[in-house]
């Protein structure tokens, strides 16, 4: 049965309670626990803490899909943006990339023995897993161009290549990485040539060599690193969907990830416009409170207006997404794609001036939030690409 909209503003409520109740007054906290690990990308205790609670307050796995019993795209556009006012929140609710986009992985095209050693300890949040795709030594805007190869020897894959900013694979608790690397080469047919295959992160020959930072941010304890794959054996049970397949795999699990990050970034962005128009009544300059000042408010009403039409662009998609599929939605995808990180970048920019040098530091949210928007529009196909794609849909759709 499909959860009505009336369900869906009382999960909002509920998931607004807990955030005011559990998530806002941590912050500080949960900064102070993350700087006092031994290893950065170890378990933060209160987020275990926290993940109890999200659990017995029924706001766990918001992301589910409505063909497996969960929500609309459209219907967890303003749950997603909820958590993408705190950076850390998503993953209390289990709803953290790359774990939602691996897990709808699992649930379209594991098999059941897949599903079984995997998928149920990341639906219950026992594990976390890393999407290995981008190299450092090709252009993975072009996801064709990976190297990495995945050879059949006998009973076994192995697994041979190097990929970096790999989500989540510094963090502790991460098991399983899926591997997307060319198992055909010589195919001539390019996006039949790559296949994706797990590989557990306890393999010999898995090296986590170094985690990677964004703007000097190492966004721990998940973290992006860069990881070395020399010789990996794995039993080819752990080929997903079969050979040749990989390119398939990668457009079905991106469309619903892009949308993710662009509805957790209206939330960053929503969040530093609230944070600038108190800013903004507290402070004086030149004899006038900074809200008196003309440019400010021009800053203020730019910045409301631009969330405003990137949030229902956003809702677009995700509704024609529902009515038609990621793919036949793929010009507004692309479209959202280019317009939200830019968005929330330079809003988020603009709330940070408002702040002055304050607004810089970590004692505010909005430095971080800005480095996420700006490495989205290099996340999940940069803005190049997306722009590319859609000149060519809409050339096709109005010039013949």
Request: glycine share 6%; charged share 25%; net charge negative.
């Amino acid at each position: 049965m499909a959860v009505t909209d009336d369900q869906v503003q009382e999960l909002k409520a509920r998931l607004e309670a807990f955030m005011e109740e559990h998530i806002y007054p941590n912050e500080e906290r949960y900064a102070e626990q993350l700087n006092s690990l031994e290893d950065r990308f170890s378990t933060v205790p209160l987020m275990e803490e926290l993940k109890v609670k999200a659990k017995a307050a029924g706001l766990w796995n918001l992301w589910m899909p409505a063909d497996h019993g969960g929500l609309s795209n459209e219907q967890y556009c303003g749950l997603a943006e909820i958590m993408g006012r705190v950076l850390w929140s998503p993953e209390v609710f289990n709803c953290n990339a790359p774990d939602t986009g691996n897990m709808e992985v699992f649930l379209k095209y594991a098999t059941e023995e897949q599903k079984a050693q995997w998928l149920e300890p990341l639906l219950d949040g026992e594990i976390r897993s890393s999407y290995a795709m981008t190299e450092p030594d090709v252009a993975s805007s072009d996801a064709t161009n990976v190297r990495t190869r995945i050879e059949r020897d006998g009973d076994h894959y192995v697994v041979n290549g190097r990929k970096w900013f790999i989500t989540n694979a510094p963090y502790e608790r991460t098991k399983i990485i899926i591997v997307m690397g060319q198992s055909d080469p010589e195919n001539p047919n390019r996006h039949l040539q790559q296949s994706q295959i797990l590989v557990p992160k306890d393999t010999p020959g898995v090296t986590v060599v170094r985690p990677l930072t964004t703007l000097g941010y190492d966004d721990a304890p998940l973290g992006h690193a860069e990881v070395l794959f020399d010789n990996v054996r794995v039993p080819k049970e752990n080929i997903l969907l079969g050979e040749g397949r990989g390119f398939e795999i990668a457009q079905g699990r991106l469309g619903p990830g892009r949308i993710h990050h662009c509805m957790r970034l209206i939330g960053s962005a929503q969040r530093a416009l609230e944070y600038a128009c108190r800013r903004s009544v507290s402070r004086e300059t030149f004899g006038r409170k900074l809200s008196e000042h003309q440019s400010v408010l021009e800053d203020i009403a730019k910045s409301f207006s631009e969330i405003e039409q990137a949030r229902l662009l956003t809702l677009k998609t995700a509704r024609r997404m529902d009515e038609v599929g990621a793919k036949d939605a793929r010009d507004l995808i692309a479209a959202s794609k280019i317009t939200v990180p830019m968005m929330a970048q330079i809003v988020i920019d603009r709330c940070m001036q408002i702040h002055g040098a304050g607004g810089l530091t970590a004692d505010y949210p909005m430095a971080e939030a800005y480095n996420y928007a700006r490495w989205c529009r290099q996340a999940d196909g940069p803005d190049q690409v997306h722009m590319m794609a859609l000149g060519k849909q809409l050339v096709k759709r109005y010039a013949s």
